[in-house]
């Protein structure tokens, strides 16, 4: 640095304070010419006055506005730079990291630590129940249970714990027989832990017994079997039923779901809230009642069909005696209806869809503001636009609605 | 030396050299940065420090070899802030130099 420059950033370093810039310029010009005579160079010279910036931070002057600016703007600068390289460095470890390795490695130690520990304290539960046994309790909280049929008049019980982690405490299966009732309860642990796999209780059963399974999230299967009755209280638990033969089944849940296939029985009856309930090639009285959850029923035979939703659609073939079928907005499908006596159709604001073949019936509609469309009417004997009669008129289906349309085919 | 440290003793040194004599600036941090590092920029805003408080006047005199000098003179104040702030320092040095030695 020349002394020319030396003093042009003195200068513009201290434009605020032109006194101080007058008395420093004039010892320091006198201390360059003291310096030349003694045979210094220039630069030299600036190097021992020092840097302005120290020389001014000494002075204890406030600093300029656009000195700040600039002090600033370096600041910031470097914050930003630091920012970007912080940013950058993330990225790359992320990128370095593999999340997905160290996740997999991380479940894969717990179910070595965990698991292993859980196995070796949790031991399979199995026997028999001599007869004579007339009904069965099950309880548990996320234990499923798989019903099938005993080859003799006994209960086969195998009870597989399911293995919890970071729960002190086991699943453990209690069993009491008191005079041929039994009790199946599941101790869970209590607390929030992993659950790596539920328990389950695989019974088999003898013909003609009673059977109750109490639960929240278990599921229930069953197959083949022969019962008395069936009851079954359930929170999310899931179930499947196929070819159940029994005197009355009673499913309650709030967002199970329910298949049911090829059962035969004299009462089916079912409540959820949310669970879709599907219903295949059964016969027997039906009566469904859901909030939200869907009815598909296929091939049903019964006496009597009761359903009915607030918000889940219906679709159903079945062949009865007497059908009801009533939601607030749901759709109703009607696909294949055979009615002895009976069929009342209802909704609020669903629409109502019917194919009929009926040699026999007689049908009567109501729609406050939704459409009726019949195209085949032409087959019918018209009384007026809501009552139609096909044949002598033996059977009845009343549809009716208060915002949805209906359509017959 | 430490900053802190020097800041509170280099007044001193500097009003000591006049003492005996009126010295002009760059004569002064010729002797001082001898001993000390110190900036001949600092020193200047030394000199002017002192003079702000009055511990010394200033005036000019013609040199042999060029143009007019700046010379330092003690006041009577300087003095009296001197040996009074010397005295302390000496001592506290006497002090420390026990502690470390």
Redesign the interface.
Known sequence: MTKQEYFDELKRKLRDYPE?YA??K???E??F???K??GQSEEE?VR?????D??IE??GLPKHSSDLREDFKDLGNAFGSFLNGLGDTIEEGVRNLDLDSKVREFSERITEVAGSAVNEAVRPQSGSIGAPVSRIEVWGDSMDLRLSASRDDSVHYEYTPGLTVFVKGINELKIENEAGNVVFRENSPLGMGLIRSSSLLELKVPEGITVEFHSKSGDLRAEDITLENLAVKTLSGDHELANIRCASIRIDSVSGDLDMQKSTYKEFRAKTVSGDYELDACSGNVSIETVSGDIEIDSLQGDIIYLKTISGDTAVSCVCEQFKSSTTSGDQKIRFIDCGEEALISTQSGDVDIEIDLADCRIDMKALSGDIRFPNAEEAVRYDDHHYQIGSGSSRISVSTSSGDIRIR | MNTQFKKGVLDLCVLNQLIREDR????L?ELI?RELEV????L??I??RIKDDGYVTTYLRESD???A??YYHLTEKGRDYLQKQKAEWLEFLEKAGKLLA
Do not use: C, Q, W
């Open positions: 101080e008395e420093l004039e010892a320091f006198e201390h010419a003291e310096g005579r003694n010279i021992e006055l020092g840097p302005v120290d020389m000494s002075l | 002009y600036g760059y004569e941090t940065s900036t001949a920029g600092t200047y805003l000199l002017k070899s060029g143009p000098r700046k």
